[in-house]
Structures are given as structure tokens and as C-alpha cells.
């Protein structure tokens, strides 16, 4: 009697666990549907300070593709849900991107970039794909404001360093972006220890490239012959580009079984602009092979460098009047036998480059010869209110051409 109430004891409480289950599932889904709409309808300010106050941590965010070819079926309702949380980030995103355009004053532009910068750093503090690709466009946003700063003479610098540095993340290194490719792909095919190496990146590459290769090999019966060594007709070009480019000994089963890892979306086309929003469902994973470096950074530093040296911005270079007569001197010396000698000026794309060039000369080293190049290029575009982050300037080259020199 007792064996058979204790059995029937068991099997109620195995019936009742998938409800508890399902029943914390159904929870945590209509919390982060409730987050969803919160952040929807609130403001950047308001969003940070709900973060704070209610010490509200970010979720692990998972590409689609994860999703649909990694994950259980029972997991998939709330990372489904948390992509639908993320999602509505990367739509403000691009509303924020607005307002961060907007802002006219260096008080706005530093309250804009320092709140992005937050944002970034509580997004990014649990890794995941959806992390990273919202927090790196929070980052590129504030480069924008970051920039301005940094041109505007009639501020201090003081407060700008520590902003830039946090551009600079500790996510962004090889050795976390291997963990997140690995929690993505659900094994561990990327070596973080590897990564960590003093070349991480390039061992992420060259692991991407193999596993593309690999994909490549076993595509069809042709290709394969072609990858060792016997190319039918018409493969000839391709067997001897992967000589040396396959995977050694013998094909590693784990690579075999994770060849569909290897293919991402085509992004081309359709697709554009390729921005955080338009690319929100895409499989994207090869952005973390080339990791999340700012193209907008490289330049805020090189303006940044020159402000410090040099002190100003010039508009024209300046020559004294013995060095102008000497340059006329020589133009004329030079015509006399034929030769075309242009003025300094001339030799540059404007006369903005030229005076950065010319302001630069006494502060170059070898390692920094051309930065004022990439010094003035920043600068004009700030000067044209064309220094943009990355997806607003794909969505102004598909609206018309900008002229950002």
C-alpha cells in the first residue's frame, strides 16, 4: 500500500515539474514583454535611472539563428522574447542616433555620449551576441558627441579621456568574443585560451576561414576532389588556391558537424543599408571575427592628438613673407626650365588639409607622419555636420551621396 502511494506520489509530482517549468517560462517572458514596452515609450534618462533603481540586469541576448538551430524547442518562447527586448533597444537606437545628430551644445554632446557610453556598459555586462552588436552601436553613437567635443576649442579636454577609453572595452578583446561564438555555435570550437594569445585575432580568422573552407570542400563531390588535390574540369583554380589553405591531416569532426556555423547571411542587396536594426534577424557571426573596432575612434584620436600638440585647428596654412617670396622664387626658377612646381597649397585637397599638414610637420614622428591626414578629414567632416556614426552613414549613402572630405 505504502509502494503504491509513494508511486503514485512520483508520477503527480513528474506531472506537476513541467508545469512549475513552463509556468516560470510564461513569468519571466511577460516581465521582459513588460521591459519591452517600458523601453519603447521611455527616455534615455529614464531607462538608465529604471536601471539603476531597480538594479535591473540585462539578458544574454542570442542571434536568430541560435535560436532556431541551437537552442531546445522549449527554450525558444524567451530568448525569443528577450531578441523581441533587444530588438526594441536597437529601434531606439536609432531614434537616439537622431537626437545625438541634434545636439548643439558641448553640454548636450557630453551628456549624450556619456549616457550612450552607460547604456553600452550595462548592455554588454552579460556577453551575447545581441549584447555586443547593441552595445557597439551605442559606442559608435557616442562618437559622434565625442568628437564634437574634442573639436571644440573653447572647452577643456578634461572628462573627454575617460569617455574614450570606455570605447576601448574589455568585451571587445578576441578572447570574449571566442566565449560568444562558442555559446552561439553551443560547442567549443573556438579556443579562448587561443585567443587570449598575443595574436587572438588572427587565430579567429584563421579558424573562420577554415571552417569556411571546410564548408566549401564538402559542398559537393567536385569541390572535394579539387581541395585534395585532383580537380575535375573547370576546379582547377580553385585547387590551387586552397593548397595550402585547408584543414590540416584530416577534416575535424567538430568543424564536419558545425558547417552550417560557417555561412552567414548575404547582407548585399536587399539588405542594405547594413545597419544594427536591418541586420537584427541576420546571422552576422563573422562581426565578431573582425571584432567591434570604431573607424570613428581612429579618428577622434588623431584629433585628439593633434589638439593636444598643435593647440588649434587651422583653416589656411600660414607663410611668412620671406617664405612665400622664397616659394614664388622657386615656381619661377622652375618654369624657366620647363618645370611645373605647384604652391604647398595645391598639393593637397583643401586648404583646410593643407594647414594641418603644415601645422603637423614639427610634431610628426615616424609612427604619426600622416595623421594630420586623418586629423583634417575628422575635422572637415565635424565642420559639415557629416561625422556620423556607421549605420546613419549607410543610410545616408542610400539616400544620396555625402561628401565627407
Not at 557610453?117 to 559622434?144: E, K
Not at 566549401?216 to 586552397?242: C, R, W
Not at 577534416?251 to 558545425?258: H, Q, R, V
Not at 605647384?342 to 607622419?369: I, R
Request: aromatic share 10%.
Amino acid at each position: 500500500m505504502r509502494t503504491e502511494n509513494l508511486s503514485c506520489w512520483c508520477a503527480a509530482l513528474l506531472a506537476i515539474i513541467p508545469t512549475f517549468s513552463f509556468a516560470a517560462n510564461d513569468d519571466e517572458i511577460r516581465k521582459l514583454e513588460e521591459k519591452a514596452a517600458f523601453v519603447r515609450k521611455a527616455t534615455l534618462p529614464e531607462l538608465l535611472q529604471k536601471v539603476d533603481a531597480q538594479n535591473w540586469v540585462f539578458p544574454v541576448i542570442y542571434s536568430q539563428w541560435h535560436v532556431h538551430e541551437v537552442a531546445n524547442e522549449e527554450e525558444r518562447p524567451l530568448l525569443n522574447a528577450q531578441r523581441s527586448l533587444g530588438e526594441a533597444l536597437a529601434i531606439r537606437l536609432d531614434e537616439w542616433a537622431g537626437a545625438m545628430l541634434a545636439a548643439d551644445t558641448f553640454q548636450e554632446n557630453k551628456e549624450w555620449s556619456s549616457r550612450l557610453i552607460a547604456l553600452a556598459r550595462w548592455l554588454s555586462h552579460s556577453s551575447g551576441y545581441g549584447n555586443f552588436m547593441l552595445a557597439a552601436r551605442c559606442h559608435d553613437i557616442a562618437t559622434v558627441g565625442l568628437a564634437r567635443m574634442v573639436a571644440d576649442l573653447n572647452h577643456p579636454l578634461e572628462g573627454i579621456a575617460p569617455l574614450l577609453q570606455e570605447l576601448d572595452a574589455s568585451w571587445k578583446r578576441p578572447q570574449i568574443r571566442a566565449a560568444v561564438l562558442n555559446a552561439e555555435v553551443g560547442t567549443n570550437l573556438f579556443s579562448v585560451a587561443k585567443a587570449q594569445a598575443e595574436d587572438g585575432h588572427a587565430y579567429l580568422e584563421r579558424t573562420w576561414n577554415d571552417g569556411r573552407l571546410l564548408r566549401l570542400k564538402h559542398s559537393n563531390p567536385e569541390m572535394q576532389k579539387a581541395f585534395d588535390g585532383s580537380p575535375p574540369k573547370g576546379y582547377e583554380t580553385i585547387a590551387s588556391l586552397v593548397r595550402d589553405r585547408s584543414l590540416r591531416k584530416e577534416d575535424a569532426p567538430i568543424f564536419l558537424k558545425k558547417q552550417a556555423f560557417f555561412e552567414d547571411s548575404h547582407l548585399a542587396g536587399a539588405s542594405r543599408p547594413i545597419t544594427t536594426l536591418s541586420t537584427w534577424n541576420a546571422k552576422w557571426h563573422e562581426k565578431f571575427i573582425v571584432g567591434f573596432a570604431l573607424q570613428n575612434l581612429v579618428e577622434i584620436k588623431a584629433l585628439l592628438t593633434f589638439r593636444k600638440r598643435v593647440g588649434s585647428f587651422p583653416s589656411k596654412p600660414q607663410f611668412t613673407d620671406e617664405e612665400l617670396r622664397k616659394q614664388n622664387d622657386e615656381i619661377a626658377a622652375a618654369q624657366e626650365m620647363g618645370i611645373v612646381i605647384v604652391s604647398f597649397e595645391d598639393t593637397f585637397n583643401s586648404p583646410m588639409q593643407a594647414a594641418f599638414a603644415q601645422a603637423w610637420e614639427k610634431h610628426a614622428t615616424e609612427k604619426t607622419m600622416s595623421l594630420h591626414y586623418t586629423a583634417s578629414r575628422a575635422y572637415a567632416r565635424i565642420q559639415k555636420s557629416l561625422f556620423f556614426d556607421a549605420d546613419t552613414e549607410q543610410q545616408e549613402l542610400q539616400s544620396g551621396p555625402t561628401d565627407s572630405k
